[in-house]
């Protein structure tokens, strides 16, 4: 059974950091685009951040750029966030998603993603 499993949501002040961690299990996505969205009550869910199979290539929505970083260990098979200054407006459920048909890239479109994660909530206080 392919799983992603998100972890280190939490409570955050604005100004602070978070890091978010995904694990995959069941096979191996050491080949495959990566990427992260998040979804805010009553909003359409959205593209974050997105990583290559190699790591080598990365890409951000404007929202986030400068703040967070994605990263990837595909000997451990895992996906990483890293969020800093985080805002009130990055308060929402936070997903990890990969890429399978796609190949190796990643892609800013939720329908290019054939596996998901359940989510990990995200909250910044003001």
């Known amino acids: 059974q392919v799983q992603l499993v998100e972890s280190g949501g939490g409570l955050v002040q604005a100004g602070g950091s978070l890091r978010l961690s995904c694990a995959a299990s069941?096979?191996?996505?050491?080949?495959?685009?990566m990427g992260w969205f998040r979804q805010a009550p009553g909003k359409e869910r959205e593209f974050v951040a997105g990583i290559s199979w190699s790591g080598a290539s990365t890409w951000y929505a404007d929202p986030v750029k400068g703040r967070f970083t994605i990263s990837r260990d595909n000997a451990k098979n895992t996906v990483a966030l890293q969020m800093n200054s985080v805002k009130p407006e990055d308060t929402a459920v936070y997903y990890c998603?990969?890429?399978?048909?796609?190949?190796?890239?990643?892609?800013?479109?939720?329908?290019?993603?054939?596996?998901w994660g359940q989510g990990t909530q995200v909250t910044v206080s003001s």
């Open positions: 998603a990969a890429r399978v048909r796609g190949g190796t890239k990643y892609s800013t479109l939720t329908y290019e993603y054939d596996y």
């Open positions: 069941g096979r191996s996505f050491s080949g495959s685009g």
